[in-house]
C-alpha cells in the first residue's frame, strides 16, 4: 500500500497525467481507492497534491521525468561511470554526462536515462505500460544503490578501509542479466565481455 502512494505521489506532483490514469499506474483497484487510500496516508486529496505540483514531466513522447533522491554523499559520477565503461551494445548507452538503458519489466517493457542532479538523479523513463512505473522506479534506485545509508557503510568500514566519500555498489536491474555478465566478465577482458553480452 505505502509503494502505491508513493508511486501515486510521483504521478502526482510531477506529472499532468490524469488522476484515473495516475491510479492505474500506481497499482489502485479502483479511483475510489486511490482517493481513500491518498487521503487516508498522506492526509491531503489527490487535487490537493496536484496543486503542489513542482514541475511538468510528461513530455508529448511519453516520456516521465522523476528525482530519485540520494543520501549525501553520493559518488554518482563514479556509479555512471563505471556502468558506462561496462555498456552492453544495444542495451545500453553512455555519453559521458548519462546513461541510458533498457528495461524488462513485468508488463511489458521500456527504457531509462539516467543523469546526475543536485541531491537526485534525474530519471527520464518511457514505458510501454505505467503501471510498471514502481518497478522501474525500484530497479533504477537498486542499480546506483540509492537507498544506501552512507553514514552507516563509513561507519561500519571507516576504520579498517580507506573509503572514498559516497562511492557504492553499482546493482543490478536484473538478476539473470547481472549473473550472465560476471561469468562472461571472469573470462575475458572488460571490451571483450561487452562484445560477448552483445551477441547474447
Same mark, same amino acid.
Request: charged content about 25%; overall charge positive; hydrophobic content about 45%.
Given at each position: 500500500?505505502?509503494?502505491?502512494?508513493?508511486?501515486?505521489?510521483?504521478?502526482?506532483?510531477?506529472?499532468?497525467?490524469?488522476?484515473?490514469?495516475?491510479?492505474?499506474?500506481?497499482?489502485?483497484?479502483?479511483?475510489?481507492?486511490?482517493?481513500?487510500?491518498?487521503?487516508?496516508?498522506?492526509?491531503?486529496?489527490?487535487?490537493?497534491?496536484?496543486?503542489?505540483?513542482?514541475?511538468?514531466?510528461?513530455?508529448?513522447?511519453?516520456?516521465?521525468?522523476?528525482?530519485?533522491?540520494?543520501?549525501?554523499?553520493?559518488?554518482?559520477?563514479?556509479?555512471?561511470?563505471?556502468?558506462?565503461?561496462?555498456?552492453?551494445?544495444?542495451?545500453?548507452?553512455?555519453?559521458?554526462?548519462?546513461? @541510458?538503458?533498457?528495461?524488462? &519489466? $513485468?508488463?511489458?517493457? =521500456?527504457?531509462? !536515462?539516467?543523469?546526475?542532479? %543536485? +541531491?537526485?538523479?534525474? *530519471?527520464?523513463?518511457?514505458?510501454?505500460?505505467?503501471?510498471?512505473?514502481?518497478?522501474?522506479?525500484?530497479?533504477?534506485?537498486?542499480?546506483?544503490?540509492?537507498?544506501?545509508?552512507?553514514?552507516?557503510?563509513?561507519? @561500519?568500514?571507516?576504520?579498517? &578501509? $580507506?573509503?572514498?566519500? =559516497?562511492?557504492? !555498489?553499482?546493482?543490478?536491474? %536484473? +538478476?539473470?542479466?547481472? *549473473?550472465?555478465?560476471?561469468?562472461?566478465?571472469q573470462q575475458v577482458s572488460v571490451a571483450g565481455?561487452?562484445?560477448?553480452a552483445a551477441r547474447l
Amino acid at each position: 500500500r505505502a509503494q502505491r502512494v508513493s508511486a501515486a505521489r510521483i504521478l502526482i506532483e510531477t506529472t499532468p497525467l490524469p488522476m484515473a490514469d495516475v491510479a492505474f499506474a500506481a497499482g489502485f483497484a479502483s479511483i475510489r481507492q486511490f482517493n481513500d487510500t491518498v487521503r487516508e496516508v498522506l492526509g491531503r486529496t489527490p487535487s490537493e497534491l496536484r496543486q503542489r505540483r513542482t514541475g511538468r514531466s510528461v513530455g508529448d513522447a511519453g516520456v516521465l521525468t522523476l528525482r530519485l533522491p540520494y543520501r549525501r554523499p553520493m559518488a554518482l559520477d563514479a556509479a555512471l561511470s563505471f556502468l558506462g565503461e561496462r555498456a552492453v551494445p544495444g542495451v545500453e548507452t553512455w555519453d559521458g554526462a548519462s546513461y @541510458a538503458r533498457t528495461l524488462r &519489466l $513485468p508488463r511489458g517493457h =521500456g527504457w531509462v !536515462v539516467l543523469r546526475p542532479g %543536485d +541531491g537526485h538523479v534525474a *530519471a527520464s523513463l518511457c514505458l510501454s505500460d505505467l503501471r510498471d512505473l514502481s518497478a522501474a522506479v525500484e530497479r533504477c534506485r537498486r542499480l546506483l544503490d540509492l537507498d544506501a545509508d552512507p553514514e552507516a557503510v563509513g561507519g @561500519a568500514l571507516g576504520t579498517t &578501509l $580507506p573509503i572514498v566519500p =559516497g562511492l557504492r !555498489v553499482p546493482g543490478s536491474v %536484473d +538478476g539473470f542479466e547481472t *549473473a550472465v555478465r560476471a561469468v562472461i566478465g571472469q573470462q575475458v577482458s572488460v571490451a571483450g565481455a561487452r562484445a560477448v553480452a552483445a551477441r547474447l
